[in-house]
Nanobody, 126 residues
């Protein structure tokens, strides 16, 4: 399994970034796909989880990003995307994609799909 994230960068507060992740080595369309982030000194947290075909209808977002971030996927390209608008300094983190699952409304890595890419860094200055 390989996950390659890209699109991070340094922006001012209020600006936008679009992240991409290309996956390989597994049946991408069979998995819910998520974005996770890890800020310095904090635990990695789920940001979004977009369902597979035939899965749940709704994409789930964590509360801090709801209304600002939008996840999408292109199964033909084995890719998942994260459009981040209205960025805030607290969004500064390394961002990763991975297969995901939802438990009690929270986003976790999918069981049996314990794979991370190298991540892409996002820095938001005030």
């Amino acid at each position: 399994v390989q996950l390659v994230e890209s699109g991070g960068g340094t922006v001012q507060a209020g600006e936008s970034l679009s992240l991409s992740c290309v996956a390989s080595g597994f049946n991408f369309e069979d998995y819910d796909m998520g974005w996770f982030r890890e800020a310095s000194g904090k635990m990695r947290e789920g940001v979004s989880c977009i369902p597979r075909m035939g899965g749940p209808v709704t994409t789930i977002y964590s509360n801090p990003v709801k209304g600002r971030f939008t996840a999408s996927r292109d199964n033909a390209k084995n890719s998942v995307y994260l459009q981040m608008n209205g960025l805030k300094p607290e969004d500064t983190a390394d961002y990763y994609c991975a297969a995901c699952t939802i438990v009690n409304g929270r986003i976790f890595m999918a069981r049996g799909m314990n794979y991370w890419g190298k991540g892409t860094p996002v820095t938001v200055s005030s």
